[in-house]
């Protein structure tokens, strides 16, 4: 778990993992090409539309699971949603913005540490 992040990161619960996971996972393997992205909101609306409890956070926590552990093959996340890439080209544009993000958090983490140590030594 993160600090600060509690509900984001705690793993997922029995009720996430047993319920929400797999139908997750079956709507998302409908969504092939960028134009039948879905948001997160989307999702959690249609979740709790059909009676189930959801959250936008837990259920980023959800998808992070089905990504991590390559449940939805090719599953990547635009602005306009996630859907699975059609080709590897998409791939590898997703894979160089996941790249960028990488830099500019440890850019943020490194500063802030110099911070730190200009300021109690």
Do not use: W
Request: include cysteine; glycine fraction near 8%.
């Amino acid at each position: 778990m993160l600090n600060g992040f509690s509900e984001q990161t705690q793993p997922l619960t029995e009720y996430e993992n047993n319920v929400i996971l797999p139908v997750v996972i079956q709507g998302l393997m409908q969504k092939v090409g960028r134009s039948h992205a879905v948001t997160n909101s989307h999702i959690c609306l249609c979740l709790k539309h059909r009676g189930f409890k959801a959250t936008e956070p837990r259920i980023r926590k959800v998808i992070n699971h089905i990504r991590t552990n390559g449940l939805v093959i090719g599953l990547i996340a635009t602005s306009e949603g996630y859907y699975i890439a059609q080709s590897k080209y998409e791939i590898d544009e997703y894979l160089e913005s996941l790249r960028g993000r990488e830099q500019a958090i440890r850019a943020v983490r490194m500063s802030l540490e110099r911070q730190r140590d200009n300021m109690y030594g």
